[in-house]
Every structure is written in structure tokens, then in C-alpha cells.
């Protein structure tokens, strides 16, 4: 019944248009008052320590990294980089923004970031070269998702907050798939791409330009390998990496490309600060929904309901995956992580699943519940700058939709996909 008064409060304040955050606490307060354990104190208590956390304290900074970026001019060399080398090609500007995405979320960890910053600047490069508008946009979203799956990913650092898991670990395992996803939408576009001949093809460049294309972009690509050997080596940890990309974009702004001035500093502040305090709020929010889940003994009551597939860890696997898919059409990423996180992890772990290789399989189902109508919201980022309606989105992103859920499929069917690498990477 608590799991019952638990959903049906939450959904209920969800269909009035509660934001989240408000919805995670009416959620909350309904189950304390049904559990007969209503105390404002706790609830005050849970928002604090939701919030104080030192390993949370690497989202702003690396959310300050991404706007820093976009400011000081980081976000244009790579893309220039990818162009020189890709323009050439039949359909180059496609592989462009795949090279470019998986490029970006090494930098950023944010799929809507990655997805504004990325689709501002293609899609009318795109669309005045003849690419299909719904298509370009629909190819932009889908390499967007690539960002929370490469390290530094922000829901990693969630997922590994609200389970208690290493998130340097978390990072690691999730260098594979996300490649994975990459290589799967450059084979996507050049089925789609392999008879279009009307589109624009640029000029080759000469070695000269590609190298000096490649030195301008270097500062740029040099941030995800600092942060990777960074961790791999216990240099630091995942906040302290997030203060150095802070600190190194700040710096290639302003001294390097001279491209960021401090008249740009308070804008990009604020805009750090506004997308931090969403996610902060969420979190705390959630800590106390968190706390009631179990004391209300919710994760007990749904092993007892997923009991027959505890032995099979392959169709709980596809089981939950498909429920979070399912919930991830009217939840958005991050609220799902909180609330979904401490009421499978028991169960994950009774049935024997290592919990990193649960996490990557979890985050990448949950981001593509961020391709998917209504509440899509990397779909209705796309929409905006793409200026399509999410119907004509749909119908040039399903193929890239559809090799994205083949590669969830394959990551569970075949967990070693994850577990071996990261052997190697840790």
C-alpha cells in the first residue's frame, strides 16, 4: 500500500503540473502522514544533508566548465577540427556532429548542454549545406545522450552519490558504451547518407589546414585525457576534477583563445548557477524521498513482486530496463535516478548484478528516455534550436533512437561489454 500512496501522490501532483521538486516532497509528505511518522524536522533535516555532499560538489563545477567553454571559443575549435577532417565526405557534416558530440561529452558530462551548444551551431550549417532539417536535428539529439555516458558524466555522479558506488569507477565503465553509441550512429548515417547525393560536399583540406585546425583544437581535446589519467592515476578525485576543468577552461578562455572576457563572466555564472540550483533542489528533494522509500519498506515489497526473476539476471535486466524506459517517456533523467536508484539497488545486488555494470546500463536507459515524447527533454531542447515540432523530430531520429536502444540491449545481453574493460581501466 505504501508503494501505492508513494506513486499515486507523485503522479497525481506530476499531472497538475507540479515541478518535480515540489512533487518529490507532497510525494514524501503523503508517505510520512500514511506511515503515521509526519515530522517537519526530518524533512528539513533530509533537504540539508541532500544537499551537503562533497562528491555533489563536482556538478556546478562542471556545469561552470561546460559554460566556460562555450564562451571562450572551446566549442568552435573542435567542431572546426571535426570539419577539416570530415567536411570532405558524403554526408560529412552527419559524421561532424557525431565526431563532435563524443568529443563534447568528454567536456561537459551534460546532454542538454551538449545538445544546445552543438545543435546552435550545425543544424543551420546543415540545413544551408541541404541536409534534411528533421534529420539533422534528430541526429544532434541523439549524439547529445553520448555526454552523460563519457566521463565526466553529471547523472554518473548522481547514480554514484544516491548508491554509495565509486564514481571514478563509474566513469571508467562508461568510456566503452558510450564509444559504442558513437560507432553506432556513424554506421546509422552512412546507411541513411549512402544514397543522398544532393547534399553539400566542402572541399578537401590539405594536411596544412587539418594540422593547423588540430593545433588550435588541442587545448580543447586535452581536457577529457587530463581528467581520465587524472583519476585513473589518484591524482585527484571526481569533485577535484571537476575544479581543474573548471579552472582550465577559465584559463584557455581567457589567456589561450582570448576569446572569453570578464564582462562574459557574470552571464556565464549565472547561467551555471540557475542550471545548478535545479539540480541541487532535485537532489535534496529527493533525500527525503530516499529516506521514507525505506523506511516505508518499498525496495522489500518490489523484490517480493521482481522475486521470480532474481535468479535470472538477464531478464530482471530487461525487466527494469523496461520500466525505466517506460517511466523515462514522462520523468526526466534526474528525478528518475533519485527516486529509482535506492529502491533497486537492493535488488540488484541480492540477484548478484555488479552494481558499476547496473549503473552504466541504468544511466544509458535513462537517457534515452530523454529522446522519447512528452517529456523528452533533450528532444524538446533539439526541437527549440532545430525550431521542428517534436512530430518532425520523431521522424528523423528514430533510426538514430532505434541503434541506440540495439546497443542497451547488447550491454545486456552481454555485460562483459562494461566488466572487462573496466578491469583494464582501473
Not at 575544479?243 to 570578464?262: C, D, H, S, W
Request: a positive charge; one cysteine or more; hydrophobic letters at 60%.
Amino acid at each position: 500500500m505504501a508503494l501505492v500512496v508513494f506513486a499515486g501522490s507523485l503522479l497525481g501532483v506530476m499531472a497538475l503540473g507540479m515541478p518535480i521538486a515540489l512533487a518529490l516532497l507532497v510525494s514524501g509528505v503523503a508517505l510520512m502522514i500514511f506511515l503515521g511518522v509526519f515530522d517537519s524536522q526530518i524533512i528539513a533535516q533530509n533537504l540539508i544533508n541532500g544537499a551537503n555532499s562533497f562528491p555533489m560538489m563536482a556538478v556546478p563545477f562542471f556545469i561552470l566548465a561546460g559554460e566556460l567553454m562555450n564562451a571562450g571559443g572551446i566549442s568552435k575549435r573542435i567542431i572546426n577540427f571535426a570539419m577539416s577532417i570530415f567536411g570532405h565526405v558524403r554526408g560529412g557534416m552527419g559524421y561532424v556532429a557525431i565526431v563532435a558530440s563524443v568529443l563534447f561529452a568528454g567536456l561537459s558530462g551534460s546532454a542538454v548542454a551538449d545538445t544546445a551548444a552543438l545543435g546552435a551551431i550545425l543544424i543551420p550549417m546543415m540545413i544551408k549545406a541541404g541536409y534534411d532539417r528533421n534529420r539533422s536535428t534528430g541526429l544532434i539529439a541523439a549524439g547529445g545522450i553520448i555526454a552523460p555516458i563519457i566521463p565526466p558524466s553529471i547523472p554518473f555522479i548522481i547514480f554514484g552519490v544516491s548508491s554509495g558506488l565509486s564514481i571514478t569507477k563509474l566513469f571508467m565503465a562508461g568510456i566503452v558504451p558510450g564509444l559504442m553509441i558513437g560507432l553506432g550512429l556513424v554506421t546509422t548515417w552512412w546507411l541513411v547518407m549512402r544514397k543522398q547525393d544532393d547534399v553539400q560536399v566542402f572541399p578537401r583540406k590539405s594536411m596544412r589546414e587539418v594540422w593547423g585546425a588540430a593545433k588550435q583544437a588541442v587545448w580543447a581535446l586535452m581536457l577529457p585525457v587530463i581528467i581520465i589519467v587524472g583519476m585513473r592515476m589518484g591524482i585527484f578525485t571526481p569533485t577535484e576534477a571537476a575544479v581543474v576543468a573548471a579552472f582550465y577552461a577559465l584559463f584557455v578562455g581567457f589567456v589561450v583563445y582570448r576569446e572569453l572576457k570578464v564582462k562574459d563572466l557574470y552571464k556565464v555564472l549565472v547561467a551555471s548557477a540557475k542550471t545548478t540550483s535545479v539540480v541541487m533542489f532535485l537532489v535534496a528533494a529527493a533525500m527525503v524521498t530516499a529516506w521514507l522509500i525505506t523506511v516505508a519498506n518499498i525496495p522489500l515489497v518490489l523484490s517480493e513482486m521482481l522475486a521470480p526473476l532474481i535468479d535470472s539476471p538477464t531478464l530482471l535486466m530487461l525487466a527494469i530496463t523496461a520500466v525505466v524506459l517506460l517511466i523515462g517517456t514522462a520523468m526526466d533523467l534526474t528525478p528518475v535516478v533519485l527516486i529509482m536508484t535506492p529502491v533497486l539497488m537492493p535488488i540488484v545486488k541480492q540477484a548478484g548484478i555488479d552494481p558499476i555494470y547496473f549503473g552504466v546500463v541504468f544511466i544509458l536507459a535513462n537517457c534515452i528516455g530523454l529522446l522519447t515524447p512528452p517529456v523528452g527533454t533533450v528532444l524538446n531542447v533539439a526541437c527549440g534550436v532545430g525550431k521542428i515540432g517534436i512530430e518532425d523530430i520523431m521522424k528523423g531520429i528514430w533510426p538514430f533512437l532505434l541503434v541506440e536502444v540495439i546497443v542497451l540491449l547488447l550491454l545486456i545481453l552481454f555485460p562483459s561489454i562494461v566488466t572487462v574493460p573496466l578491469q583494464w581501466l582501473i
